[in-house]
């Protein structure tokens, strides 16, 4: 009997060297009422696919049945059930993963139906954070969300929750055995969220002491594998303290990108400013994962300005734009200042790109294309609360030239005769404390 659980973050295994081959089930329920977020079953099940790959899975074959109501027992029909074990033998499937989030019950009864291992799109997400999430705070979500999430399923799985073995949708708190109880499964949530209380308060110190050195943030949010990451490391190019180490990681997958990323950039008047990345977002996201995330995201709250990346390829990008927005409205910062950036347009076969606009921008990350025009904009959206004036600093003021110099990169003085000729552009706070050194409003 386990009597306590480690106060650590989560375990990650390593993937088995036999990879998983992975049998995908949907359930398409047939109404006639249908609402306008309603994901197409075929896209969904495409992205359950790139789940799966993401995780480390080999997707052997794909399944989708058309229903009125999910079944009781087995969520799907029993007469699917008896097709998913035969499909199952006959592609040595190792696990079926549903593309809905399953009861523990149903999870239980598949399992002794089916004969193989069974996990639902949640577990397969919550796998997929378990290996990415790198920071402290970020694997300490993932814990909190598993244990969440795992908690209303306890009896419903009775002994099948205690499995130890490796793979997908065993990482993290499924690996204890199913003996850890309720009480004590509360206990580790009490001690997770204490843990994050004080990391939060670490991050709030360094967020108080960005906001007193006034760069201006940026936040990058947008859908899973939209490019927010090639796009950041783009934009960090322009710093002149760029150095390759300090892209972020890359790869064409669902989630490549788990935890909040910061790095200096520059726009083209020479100031600088921050650029945040941020966790992609995914149709049918469970609402517990999201609050989860609530901190990770945070940031976005806290940024000047926000760029929405949509990987204009993707078909269902305005089903993709409408989740994100979602997501956001519910952050609180769905009214903020954004910019869309349809990214990828190099894939499009265009000869001629849409026409860019204020709040909106054609681009590729990858290939460079329009680059120059989305720095501009963010250049305009950040300077439109500015004041640009000349100030004329008398030579014993130095200490205002000095402050005025770091704080917002000056390459335009020049010393003249009663003092130094400053052109900036200053933010409402710098301007009424300047006032009386403006030689001339532009």
Do not use: W
């Not at 040595?92 to 523990?104: H, K, P, Q, R």
């Not at 204490?194 to 906001?211: C, D, I, Y």
């Not at 890359?250 to 788990?258: E, I």
């Amino acid at each position: 009997m386990v009597t306590g659980v480690q106060t650590c973050a989560l375990p990650i295994l390593k993937m088995e060297k036999q990879q998983e081959r992975a049998l995908l089930i949907g359930l398409n329920i047939t109404t006639n009422v249908k609402k306008i977020d309603d994901i197409d079953i075929n896209e969904s099940m495409e992205e359950l696919k790139e789940l799966a790959k993401a995780a480390g899975a080999e997707v052997v074959g794909s399944l989708i049945q058309n229903r009125p109501a999910i079944d009781a027992a087995y969520y799907v029909g029993k007469g699917k059930v008896e097709e998913l074990r035969a499909y199952c033998e006959a592609t040595d499937a190792t696990m079926v993963i549903f593309n809905d989030e399953l009861s523990g019950a149903h999870i239980r009864n598949l399992e002794e139906a089916v004969g193989r291992k069974v996990i639902d799109r949640t577990t397969l997400i919550l796998d997929i954070f378990a290996q990415r999430a790198l920071s402290k705070e970020g694997k300490l979500q993932v814990e909190l969300a598993q244990l969440r999430y795992r908690m209303p399923r306890l009896y419903g799985m009775g002994g099948e929750m205690s499995r130890t073995g490796a793979g997908i949708g065993t990482r993290g708190p499924g690996e204890q055995k199913l003996e850890i109880d309720k009480r004590i499964i509360l206990n580790k949530i009490a001690d997770i969220r204490k843990e994050l209380k004080e990391v939060s308060k670490n991050r709030e110190t360094q967020r108080v002491q960005r906001m007193k050195s006034n760069i201006p943030i940026v936040a990058l949010v947008g859908y899973t594998n939209a490019g927010k990451s090639t796009l950041l490391n783009e934009l960090i190019k322009t710093h002149k303290d760029y150095e390759e180490e300090k892209e972020v990681f890359v790869k064409n997958m669902l989630f490549a990108t788990l935890d909040v990323t910061l790095r200096k950039a520059t726009l083209p008047n020479k100031r600088d400013f921050l650029v945040v990345d941020t966790v992609g977002f995914v149709s049918k996201l469970p609402h517990d994962l999201v609050n989860a995330f609530k901190a990770t995201l945070e940031e976005v709250q806290y940024a000047d300005l926000i760029l929405h990346v949509i990987d204009a390829t993707n078909s269902s990008y305005e089903l993709q734009k409408q989740t994100t927005e979602a997501v956001l409205k519910d952050l609180e910062v769905g009214d903020k200042k954004t910019i869309i950036v349809y990214n990828k347009v190099d894939r499009l076969e265009l000869d001629i790109y849409p026409k860019n606009q204020k709040d909106k921008v054609y681009i590729s990350a990858k290939k460079g294309i329009n680059m120059d025009k989305l720095l501009k904009l963010i250049e305009e959206a950040l300077m439109e609360d500015t004041y640009e004036v000349k100030l004329l600093l008398p030579y014993e003021r130095g200490d205002i030239f000095s402050r005025i110099k770091d704080k917002y990169n000056v390459d335009n003085f020049n010393y003249e005769e009663n003092g130094i000729s400053v052109d900036v552009n200053l933010d409402e706070e710098d301007y009424n404390i300047y006032k009386e050194y403006i030689k001339e409003i532009e």
